[in-house]
């Protein structure tokens, strides 16, 4: 049996390692700006102080700079997965998870996300998580070790005996896009997998650095001066 607990374990562990690394890499871009006489890139400074102004280099740089090469970089591996085709094993169209409950989706529907509005034209609830269960034992069984918040699990009803989509021509964006995360776990019939496997240490490393980066933006943000 697959071992799906241990697969998201060792990607814990790597995206750890990977996260070290990069906070090391963008504290040394902040501290290239850093004036002379200041200390700490989270501190209060006066209006048009050296402190101030090295704050606002830093937001200018995360912006103008940094987050503009991970998009174009994340744009990149989403690319690179034309490269690669679905096999047709119906996984993702047996079983879609989602944080959200029906009556969840369909109030964030009704309140104009698109995502929901998509999901909920989609996919219909599974009466109970043993019937998903049947369909892919190890990802629930990954989900109760790793004791995750609730999820709840759908299927899509247009998918034949034969795992095949009923209506493949007119099928939404979001079938058309998937796998759109090579951080997600893929079942290993999926033909997306050697993609993933390919991209994941430069997709940690881009996600490291988000998550870094809006750190500081928030911190910087809450002390920075705005007169
Ligand atoms: S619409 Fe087709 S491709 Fe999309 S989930 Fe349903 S069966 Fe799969
Ligand atoms: S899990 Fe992967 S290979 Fe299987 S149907 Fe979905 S995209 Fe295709």
């Given amino acids: 049996m697959e071992d799906l607990t241990a697969s998201v374990n060792n990607l814990r562990s790597k995206y750890r390692e990977i996260f070290h690394t990069s906070v090391k890499e963008i504290e040394k871009r902040v501290l290239?700006?850093?004036?002379?006489?200041?200390?700490?890139?989270?501190?209060?400074?006066?209006?048009?102080?050296?402190g101030e102004k090295w704050q606002k280099a830093v937001l200018e740089m995360f912006d103008n700079d940094i987050c503009k090469e991970i998009y174009r970089k994340w744009n990149e591996i989403l690319l690179y997965r034309k490269e690669f085709s679905c096999t047709g094993c119906g996984t993702c169209c047996r079983l879609a998870c989602s944080e959200f409950s029906p009556e969840q989706l369909k109030t964030k529907s009704e309140n104009g996300d698109r995502f929901a509005k998509q999901f909920l034209s989609v996919f219909v609830p599974y009466e109970s998580k043993e019937d998903a269960r049947k369909i892919y034992p190890e990802y629930i069984k990954m989900l109760e070790d790793n004791k995750e918040d609730e999820v709840y699990f759908y299927h899509c009803p247009k998918l034949t005996d034969c795992s095949r989509c009923s209506d493949y021509n007119n099928r939404p964006q979001i079938c058309r896009d998937f796998p759109d995360n090579p951080l997600a776990l893929l079942p290993k019939s999926c033909g997306y997998v050697k993609w993933k496997e390919e991209v994941e240490p430069v997709a940690l490393m881009l996600h490291s650095m988000l998550e870094i980066i809006e750190y500081y933006k928030e911190n910087i943000n809450a002390n920075i001066n705005r007169t």
Avoid: E, M, T, W
């Fill in 32 to 50: 290239a700006l850093k004036p002379a006489g200041v200390v700490d890139i989270f501190d209060k400074y006066p209006s048009n102080s050296a």
